[in-house]
């Protein structure tokens, strides 16, 4: 094996644009740091809406070629973040975007909704003996906002965290290896009620506003463990990551819509919740570095 560098961060995400919008400054940071930032997005996004009408053509009920034109954008919001090890969970395509929750694309075959979780979790398992990451990043249980592509990314990544510690699987996947800190994208209450305000206050191209309950991984201040401060430079980089995702996504200053056209703040400052791992932080305080306290070089 090539050596690694010292420190190595994975991420794992169910659709092309969810890496910018909730890890962009951290992955811009680690990146320029010198870590290795290995980027899993579990789909295509083929079923999100399309914001530009000049590309409305790609979508889903249409032309249906939304998918590949999204690993163009997620390309080139990983030029801005600095990030060079993306990939798709068993190849592009490999699995299908489910659609939100309820809709009849859940049941097709090929979704990745309906993939048996030791089905998906075994392209992963490779992917963490490979790169062998001290910190793995990912959603709650409820996959942040309860979609279903996000839901099953956390059981797949879960999962795989722990088959690739287990030396009697599948040792043809390459050498156990044990993520020492598991982290789950959080958003406390009370900084996204003071962001939302500033937005009110500010105003934007937006002809509306999100309600607070459309940010994912909304918790309580005393759930986060760990906070990443938003550098100016590595806040520019992801909001620049996000604009790239053209598709999906639409930015104005430091604020941004999705397909709905209600603004929400872009959080330069992003939040994690330690679920796995020992904190490297003094007791009662939280983190600002995902690997604090890792000593595995
Ligand atoms: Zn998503």
């Not at 644009?17 to 992955?27: H, V």
């Not at 954008?73 to 969970?89: K, N, W």
């Not at 001290?134 to 879960?158: E, F, K, N, S, W």
Request: aromatic share 6%.
């Amino acid at each position: 094996m090539t050596e690694l560098p010292a420190r190595r961060l994975l991420l794992v995400h169910a659709h092309p644009d969810d890496e910018s919008i909730n890890n962009g400054a951290t992955m811009a940071r680690y990146a320029a740091e010198g870590a290795l930032v290995t980027l899993v997005t579990c789909t295509l996004g083929e079923e999100g809406e399309v914001i530009p009408p000049g590309l409305a053509h790609l979508a889903p009920d249409r032309e249906d070629r939304l998918g590949p034109h999204r690993a163009g954008e997620l390309a080139a919001a990983m030029a801005e973040l600095g990030v060079t090890d993306h990939r798709f969970l068993g190849g592009p395509g490999r699995f299908r975007d489910s659609g939100m929750m309820g809709v009849e694309q859940n049941e097709r075959p090929g979704a990745f909704w309906n993939a048996p979780v030791d089905e998906a979790a075994p392209y992963l398992v490779e992917i963490v003996r490979e790169t062998r990451p001290q910190v793995l990043v990912t959603y709650d249980p409820d996959g942040g906002y309860g979609h279903p592509d996000h839901i099953q990314a956390h059981r797949v990544a879960m999962r795989a965290a722990d088959l690739a510690a287990d030396p009697a699987y599948r040792p043809d996947l390459g050498p156990a290896h044990t993520i020492a800190k598991i982290y789950w994208n959080r958003v406390p209450r009370p900084f996204l009620e003071a962001a939302f305000a500033r937005l009110r206050a500010e105003g934007s191209a937006f002809p509306a506003v999100a309600d607070l309950s459309d940010v994912p991984g909304v918790v309580d201040e005393d759930r986060v463990t760990t906070e990443i401060a938003g550098d100016p430079a590595y806040a520019a980089r992801k909001t620049a990551a996000m604009a790239a995702h053209a598709t999906q996504v639409a930015v104005d200053g430091p604020f941004f819509a999705l397909s709905n056209d209600l603004g929400q703040p872009i959080l330069a400052t992003e939040y994690y919740e330690l679920v796995r791992g020992v904190s490297g932080a003094p007791a009662g305080e939280r983190e600002t570095d995902l690997f604090a306290g890792v000593s595995d070089r």
